[in-house]
């Protein structure tokens, strides 16, 4: 492990590190597609009612904050994270 002067961690170390809230996500072992749109032409009605399904889990979901800080973080351009979609959490950065 090498620690970096801003106290940060390198290489594959530090991955696994901003990774340990994964452990105790709600949506661990859920089918992907429910995160994920599984058809680049998939319906409206489908896609509103695929998201409305993964932010449920995420509502009840312990590391709903941490999942949502990653994925702005890592600028995530796809999928439901921390409950949000790719357009709230844009939103969310730009507020």
Request: some cysteine.
């Amino acid at each position: 492990m090498v620690i970096l002067r801003d106290g940060g961690y390198r290489g594959v170390f530090r991955m696994s590190m901003t990774l340990d809230w994964t452990v105790g996500a709600a949506c661990r072992g859920s089918e992907g597609s429910l995160f994920y749109s599984a058809d680049s032409v998939e319906r409206k009605e489908d896609r509103l009612e695929r998201e409305q399904l993964a932010k449920r889990i995420c509502a009840s979901c312990g590391v709903r904050e941490a999942c949502l800080r990653a994925a702005v973080d890592r600028h995530e351009s796809y999928g439901i994270w921390g409950g949000l979609n790719e357009v709230e959490r844009r939103a969310l950065t730009r507020a």
